[in-house]
């Protein structure tokens, strides 16, 4: 027995030692994991440990006091003693927090004293922390995930991304690694650090133009243009614009128009802009929305051709204009002189008649319709014209220079006027339609009319003077008066042929006798008549011992002279 109780004295601590005495260690534990405190204790022989205890020491106002360590409330078991009664009195805390973090006392009482240790064990508390570099990255760029704790002890760390196992903490960044990562330790994964944001930035995708309402707009409604995109960072207000057809119609995400017309019709899109470049390209651009804006028809009028009109010839009137969609139906009225009411007169966008008669004039007007109404347009006036042909000839004979460069000034203007044509017959044939403006075809022939008073007047004149000369001739003269007189009477005479015929020009002109004057046939339409005075140039001095001779030196000097020949053919 003696023996036992010897060995049982040796293997108990502090049995032979007789010193009192408590050795403790400082720990590092991180935030969440669990932690022991080691701890020995020594004391003399004899003595037997009764109890045991662990005391935390608070400072309240610089002044520092000993508690005793209890579980909170909150958490059962958070401390519990590890050691025993004879040598070990290490103490393990469960779920380290914060709080926990100070100055730890043990103290033990035996048979015969109570020894409160005289250091303390300090537990510091640490968290583990994540780092994201760069924590904003463009897409493409390379990221490097690192975890830190602030204790020295080696820990197995693994990475979480928004709470799903990530790959590995070195990677290029693409736009789906964007989140939120935390480091934990392996094994204890609920203790983890606080997130970190990875922020990967991208170019605008799908850009989208929304139109509210959708499907068919009638004029005079209301639209929003909005539009979306995915980016990083978002596309910001200034950062959208909208397009039109190609042309830059304002920026912001939306647009409103609050009285859509027709000019709003079109292709629109819009572009995102974020200050990120993809493939060198940094506005990326919607696809095409297009407005189609819906009305009545408007702007309706009526054009006629041809826009002269004569008895019997044919006519089209077209009624136009703008309608989407476009018109259904079209409607013609007729106003007379005689009655204020509209008369329906036929249908179709284009009214013809094959035909023109005197019922047919009066003021015209079409209607066009379509699903969302009508209109009118402004009335046109259609009027008919009589058309007449005729055809006018006239030879005309001249040797004096001075007169008919004068006259053909105005003959030549008036042919000219009416498109007149010079053939080899010397002939020339003018054709006037109907067509010809009233008020231009009076101011010619008031022209006409004018010039042709003056050259009246200035023959008159000359022929007076020329009628005096010879009377003062003869009277010198009295020997050769017949042979100068009958000579004078030949070159004073005035020769103007004028014929009509019915529709065509004649194949040859007719030749007047010498010494006839003929008055003006009736034509059916205006004719200008043209007076030629012939005088010889330079007459030989007579013979008065020849009769025979001079009779043909008449005849020869009749020969020399020469004749113009005119035909004018006009119609109305």
């Known amino acids: 027995m003696e023996r036992w109780i010897l060995i049982i004295l040796v293997i108990m601590p502090g049995v032979w030692s007789g010193d009192w005495g408590v050795t403790l260690k400082s720990q590092c534990a991180l935030k969440g994991t669990s932690v022991v405190l080691k701890c020995k204790y020594d004391y003399p022989s004899g003595h037997f440990v009764t109890s045991v205890g662990w005391y935390k020491a608070r400072y309240v106002s610089g002044v520092g006091r000993l508690y005793p360590v209890r579980d909170p409330p909150s958490s059962p078991g958070h401390f519990r003693y590890a050691g025993n009664r004879w040598s070990d009195c290490s103490l393990e805390i469960n779920d380290v927090q914060h709080t926990?973090?100070?100055?730890?006392?043990?103290?033990f009482e035996t048979t015969f004293n109570r020894w409160m240790s005289r250091t303390y064990s300090h537990l510091s508390v640490k968290g583990l922390t994540a780092h994201a570099q760069p924590g904003t990255v463009t897409e493409g760029a390379d990221v490097s995930l690192t975890c830190e704790s602030g204790c020295d002890t080696p820990v197995n760390i693994v990475w979480f991304k928004d709470g799903l196992p990530a790959r590995n903490p070195v990677f290029q960044a693409r736009r789906e690694d964007a989140g939120q990562y935390h480091c934990a330790i392996l094994g204890q994964e609920s203790v983890r650090s606080a997130s970190v944001a990875l922020n990967v930035h991208y170019a605008p995708e799908k850009v989208t133009l929304s139109m509210n309402p959708s499907g068919d707009i009638v004029k005079g409604s209301s639209i929003t243009f909005s539009c979306s995109s995915d980016a990083s960072p978002p596309v910001t207000q200034r950062g959208y614009s909208l397009y039109k057809d190609g042309h830059f119609v304002r920026s912001g995400q939306s647009h409103a128009i609050s009285d859509v017309q027709p000019s709003h019709s079109g292709m629109y899109y819009c572009q995102a802009w974020n200050n990120i470049s993809r493939r060198g390209n940094d506005l990326m651009k919607s696809a095409e929305v297009h407005l189609d804006v819906q009305y009545q028809p408007m702007n309706i009028s009526v054009s006629m051709g041809p826009s002269n009109v004569v008895a019997g010839s044919s006519v089209n009137l077209t009624c136009s204009g703008?309608?989407?969609p476009a018109a259904e139906s079209y409607t013609w009225y007729r106003r007379t002189a005689s009655s204020r009411s509209m008369l329906q007169v036929g249908s179709g966008q284009v009214l013809s008649i094959p035909s023109m008669e005197?019922?047919?004039?009066g003021l015209y007007s079409c209607q066009a319709r379509n699903q969302l109404g009508e209109s009118n347009s402004?009335?046109?006036l259609l009027t008919m014209r009589e058309e007449q042909r005729g055809w006018c000839h006239f030879t005309v004979k001249n040797n004096d220079l001075f007169i008919w460069n004068f006259k053909s000034i105005i003959f030549i203007l008036y042919l000219k006027w009416h498109k007149c044509s010079f053939s080899q017959s010397n002939h020339t044939v003018c054709l006037s339609s109907g067509s010809q403006s009233l008020p231009i075809t009076a101011g010619i022939g008031v022209s006409l009319f004018v010039t042709l008073v003056l050259a009246l007047l200035l023959l008159w004149r000359?022929?007076?003077?020329h009628a005096e000369k010879k009377t003062v001739s003869d009277s010198r003269l009295s020997g050769r008066g017949t042979t100068s007189t009958a000579t004078e009477d030949q070159s004073d005479s005035v020769y103007v042929n004028i014929h009509t015929f019915p529709s065509s020009p004649p194949?040859?002109?007719?030749?007047?006798?010498?010494n006839a004057i003929m008055a003006p046939v009736s034509c059916e339409d205006e004719v200008t008549y043209s007076t030629v005075t012939i005088k010889p140039r330079n007459p030989p001095p007579p013979h008065h011992g020849d009769r025979a001779l001079q009779g043909s030196?008449?005849?020869?000097r009749e020969n020399d002279e020469s004749v113009i020949y005119a035909t004018v053919a006009k119609s109305r």
């Open 378 to 380: 402004t009335e046109v």
């Open 462 to 465: 000359k022929q007076r003077t």
């Open 322 to 324: 703008a309608a989407n």
């Open 507 to 514: 194949p040859a002109t007719d030749v007047t006798p010498h």
């Open 100 to 107: 926990d973090e100070g100055q730890y006392y043990f103290e």
């Open 358 to 361: 005197a019922s047919h004039t």
């Open 553 to 556: 030196g008449s005849k020869a």
